[in-house]
């Protein structure tokens, strides 16, 4: 049987649970992230502010111009490897007919 000091442990546990919970659902239904404590540690320890400043902006903006001009480099060189394959992997006869053809 349960003694009145150890069912009081059990309900300010219960009660803790019930108000991550209830805080958990209230931001839900207004649209507010849903964060836990991981999440809140990795973005203090990572530098990220939600107030993000002009410089933070232009930041994400060289960033974001260099993502775009790195995927085209990147299908380029897709492009080029998918030509070498197929010229190492084709018949010899066939390539210098398609180089003659080229010229």
């Known amino acids: 049987m349960m003694h ?5 442990v ?3 546990i219960a009660l803790a ?3 991550g919970v209830a805080k958990m659902w209230v931001r839900a239904q207004h ?5 836990d404590r991981n999440s809140r540690r990795n973005r203090r ?3 990220f502010v939600d107030d993000a400043g002009p410089e933070a902006e232009r ?3 060289l960033l974001s111009a260099e993502n775009e001009r790195l995927v085209g ?5 897709e492009e080029r490897i998918a030509v070498l394959e197929r010229i190492a ?9 398609e180089i003659d053809a080229l010229r």
Request: aromatic residues 6%; positive net charge.
């Open 17 to 19: 649970i019930m108000g």
């Open 10 to 12: 059990l309900a300010i």
């Open 31 to 35: 649209g507010y992230p849903i964060e």
């Open 89 to 97: 992997t084709d018949p010899a006869e066939r390539t210098a007919r």
């Open 4 to 8: 009145s000091d150890q069912l009081f």
């Open 59 to 61: 930041k994400i903006h």
């Open 73 to 77: 480099q990147v299908s380029r060189l």
């Open 45 to 47: 320890r990572s530098g």
